[in-house]
């Protein structure tokens, strides 16, 4: 059993910074990109931002330049730094972890946490 615990969220002003972690646990031999998603009440869940194994990244246009995503492959964790927060950015953030290979059975298969709220609001 894989599971995704997500940690980071919360309230923070506008122009304020938030990290989210993401670490993955059970039995997992490796996976391929992590990513963050979310979404805003009465929205479509967005990508946010994904990394592969070797690090290639991907943003969405609007978080270009104030948001940056990591990722550490030995504890199978990933991370969102997001600076210079706006409104707009108000959301439940979920993180996604594709491609998961299990060790015991070596199938393939995708997860999402649970999700974590982030509010920038003055």
């Known amino acids: 059993q894989v599971q995704l615990v997500e940690s980071g969220g919360g309230l923070v002003q506008p122009g304020g910074s938030l990290r989210l972690s993401c670490a993955a646990s059970?039995?997992?031999?490796?996976?391929?990109?992590m990513g963050w998603y979310r979404q805003a009440p009465g929205k479509e869940r967005e990508l946010v931002a994904s990394?592969?194994?070797?690090?290639?990244?991907n943003y969405l246009g609007s978080v270009k330049g104030r948001f940056t995503i990591s990722r550490d492959n030995a504890k199978n964790t990933v991370y969102l730094q997001m600076n210079s927060l706006k409104p707009e950015d108000t959301a439940v953030y979920y993180c996604?972890?594709?491609?998961?290979?299990?060790?015991?059975?070596?199938?393939?298969?995708?997860?999402w946490g649970q999700g974590t709220q982030v509010t920038v609001s003055s």
């Open positions: 996604n972890a594709r491609g998961v290979v299990v060790i015991a059975t070596l199938r393939i298969s995708d997860y």
């Open positions: 059970g039995s997992i031999f490796s996976i391929n990109a």
């Open positions: 990394i592969t194994r070797d690090g290639s990244t």
